[in-house]
């Protein structure tokens, strides 16, 4: 049973940065691709980034391309994601996902919550 742990969420005005990390169990780099989804207030959970199994492919939805960055620690079993240029519309619950390259099977960690207010 992986288990994912999401850390690094809080408060931090516009324009300012913050990073996410999630924690792996252990490695399942090679075998799951990783992505970071997010859900505001009254509003459906959507995918934010995503990053291959192989590590060398990135994916971003239109909002946060150019802003945030995911990638990778595989000495530390650890997804980040960098996230710059904040704004309130980034407020959200964030959550790690992993999902199997083979079964398809999914994990996904407790959230942590990001607000972006002055």
């Known amino acids: 049973q992986v288990q994912l742990a999401e850390s690094g969420g809080g408060l931090v005005p516009p324009g300012g940065s913050l990073r996410l990390s999630c924690a792996a169990s252990e490695f399942i780099f090679r075998r799951y691709a990783m992505s970071w989804y997010r859900q505001a207030p009254g509003k459906e959970r959507e995918r934010v980034a995503s990053?291959?199994?192989?590590?060398?492919?990135?994916s971003y939805t239109d909002s946060v391309r150019g802003r945030f960055t995911i990638s990778r620690d595989n000495a530390k079993n650890t997804v980040y994601l960098q996230m710059n240029s904040l704004k309130p519309d980034d407020t959200a619950v964030y959550y790690c996902q992993a999902r199997s390259i083979v079964t398809m099977g999914e994990y996904w960690g407790q959230g942590t919550q990001v607000t972006v207010s002055s």
């Open positions: 990053l291959s199994s192989s590590g060398d492919s990135t």
